[in-house]
């Protein structure tokens, strides 16, 4: 019964903050903390009550092959959690970064949208639906990327809207040859019914969505969008795009149809494994020749995503472990970097690494924190960037191809070069560059220190006692082929 | 099999305004062009040669074999209002641009790069 919660909160929270709000945003901000802080109770107990179980809920009683089910298995369960944490730093750190750009009660009830909109993806069990709530997310993206009502934001929020309609249209097509082919648009029963269809319509239907969600999770040769939207977005948006937007849109996306409903087609995996090395390369290089801060983290998720489809490609128990622990682990971090972008943004006023300096004595927390983050993200234990890298990295060597574990290597050096650069240029420069006092307030630096000491706390997700309870539910229901079936109807 | 083929061409018609034309309005009219593409298609997956609409009448006898499949255009009404909105931001978004740059023309709105 908990299911439609998840949408039914942020939504109507979103409704009240338009009837309800003034001139100032007070309101505004008690409320959606109030909703987001529920948000992440009823996520972490929806994951820690579930037991490898799959809640099923039928809206208006409608049966399963006929009506539209919400579904959330332990992976959907897990990528709410994530949604709802991420959401709830990010939220704390608005507050006075929003009241520093542009304080309205527009910007929470937009947030709320954006939150609703994942939160649908990652729980609906229907096709349609789920392109609904992908429609609704990405509304509240383009708004929010444009928040700031600057030209560049403009510029990049038109770009994001035109290749966000194009992935739509190519979505939509697959979701019309699905239906032509299969007759329903419950996942589970697509998968079904798919499972004694010729092989062919699989690859057709398949080929389109990895167009059409590829698109969304900016994947290397769809992935132009990223880097402008993701670097123009308000901070804490730029977080939520790259910290959970591309995942809940994208990758969750590409896992639910290609694994649970396609069965896990060998040649799609292939195709993953070559994107995502290319991805992981292409990326970094990219990364390295900017001087950008937020453009700079935007390439490096392009690079990050590049792993888990990497992970996820080579099909294997650890490849899978590896791409789940690495997407929860780029969430944080990257989250993280972008708050310390917006921090130094609220600070010196520009985002070009050559303009900062004398951050460690300016702003010791965002410095601290920053390092924290750049050693996570570039896989220097004992963080968690570190762990799931290896283990993608072992993956790969076990799945016999060596040279994608070289390749992934040389790209975690690449991560590591260029947040070198971050370090050296940005945070230990020997500029030195005037700084006013305590522009940074304490939500801002609590968002930080959050996400600093969940990075070294989730890498004891990896320690067996802990592993078994936490991600191998998860990689048990994206390794099941018919498992997702059977759950959704109850057999 | 000749309907499915001019749908495609106009979605292919849509995709190709939006990757060459250079304003801004031109752009959005490509993206409505290839939605309607999209929503013609789904319609006709759900249309059969001679059948009759998925209405229940009092007194006329059908049988829901004569009826053309209601479900697709459920989800093209759906798929409509989807797509105004969308146009709607982007005309939102383009006099905002005309506002800034003064031009609908995308090769001299190019503040942002590599």
């Not at chain 1, 100032?24 to 948000?39: E, G, P």
């Not at chain 1, 300096?357 to 996570?376: E, Q, R």
């Not at chain 1, 990295?393 to 790209?411: C, N, S």
Request: glycine residues 8%; charged residues 10%; aromatic residues 12%.
């Amino acid at each position: 019964m908990i299911l439609p919660f998840f949408i039914i909160i942020p939504l109507l929270t979103a409704f009240i903050i338009t009837l309800i709000a003034g001139e100032r945003d007070n309101w505004a901000v008690i409320l959606s903390i109030i909703a987001v802080i529920s948000l992440v109770a009823l996520s972490v107990f929806c994951f820690v009550t579930l037991n490898g179980r799959t809640i099923v809920y039928e809206m208006s009683n409608w049966k399963a092959p006929i009506g539209i089910i919400l579904a959330v298995d332990a992976l959907s369960a897990f990528m709410l959690m994530i949604v709802a944490v991420i959401a709830l730093t990010s939220l704390m750190f608005s507050v006075h970064y929003i009241r520093h750009l542009a304080p309205s009660w527009k910007y929470y009830a937009l947030f709320m949208l954006l939150v609703t909109g994942m939160n649908g993806v990652i729980a609906t069990g229907d096709l349609f639906n789920m392109f609904v709530f992908v429609e609704i997310t990405l509304f509240a993206a383009y708004s929010l990327v444009a928040y700031g009502c600057k030209a560049e934001e403009f510029e990049a929020s038109f770009k994001y809207a035109i290749m966000g309609s194009i992935s739509s249209t190519l979505v939509l097509v697959g979701i019309g040859i699905t239906y032509a082919a299969t007759s329903t648009l419950t996942l589970a029963k697509i998968a079904e019914v798919l499972q004694q269809k010729d092989p062919m319509v699989t690859l057709w239907i398949g080929g389109i969505f990895l167009a059409g969600f590829g698109l969304k999770a900016a994947i290397m040769p769809f992935h132009a969008w990223l880097p402008d939207a993701h670097s123009s977005a308000p901070a804490p948006i730029s977080a939520m795009l790259s910290g959970v937007l591309i995942k809940a849109l994208g990758v969750y996306v590409l896992i639910r149809l290609f694994f649970n409903v396609f069965g896990g087609i060998t040649i799609f995996n292939e195709v993953f494994v070559i994107l995502g090395t290319i991805s992981i390369l292409v990326g970094g290089f990219l990364a390295m020749g900017q001087w950008d801060f937020k453009r700079l983290l935007a390439y490096s998720s392009i690079s990050q995503i590049g792993y888990i489809i990497l992970g996820l490609g080579l099909g294997t128990w650890l490849g899978v472990l590896g791409a789940v622990f690495h997407l929860v682990n780029h969430a944080i971090f990257k989250s993280l970097l972008f708050y310390n972008a917006g921090s130094l943004e609220t600070a010196f006023g520009t985002r070009d690494l050559r303009k900062m300096g004398n951050v460690a004595k300016a702003l010791p927390i965002t410095s601290f924190t920053s390092m924290i983050a750049s050693l996570s993200i570039s896989g220097v234990p004992p963080f968690n960037g570190f762990f799931s890298k290896l283990i993608i990295i072992i993956a790969a060597i076990q799945a016999g191809r060596p040279v994608y574990a070289f390749l992934a290597a040389v790209g975690s050096l690449i991560t590591l070069a260029y947040y070198m650069k971050v370090q050296r240029f940005g945070f230990h420069s020997r500029n030195i560059v005037p700084v006013e006092k305590d522009v940074i307030s304490f939500g801002m630096n609590s968002a930080m220190i959050i996400l600093a000491v969940l990075c070294l706390a989730t890498s004891v997700l990896i320690i067996p006692g802990i592993r078994e309870v936490t991600l191998d539910p998860i990689v048990a229901v994206i390794m099941n082929k018919t498992g997702y079936i059977s759950q959704i109807f109850g057999r | 099999m000749t309907v499915y083929l001019l749908c495609f061409t106009l979605l292919l018609v849509g995709i190709y305004g939006i990757i060459t034309k250079r304003d801004l309005v031109r752009i959005i009219i490509s993206s409505g062009i290839m939605g309607y593409a999209v929503n013609l298609l789904i319609v006709l997956f759900g249309y059969k040669n001679g059948s009759i609409y998925a209405i229940f009448i009092k007194d006329t006898p059908v049988s829901p074999q004569m009826m053309v499949d209601p479900l697709p255009q459920a989800l093209v009404l759906t798929s409509i209002v989807i797509e105004l909105g969308t146009t709607a931001m982007l005309v939102a978004l383009a006099v905002r641009l005309f506002e800034k740059y003064q031009t609908f023309d995308i090769t001299k709105i190019r503040r942002l790069s590599g």
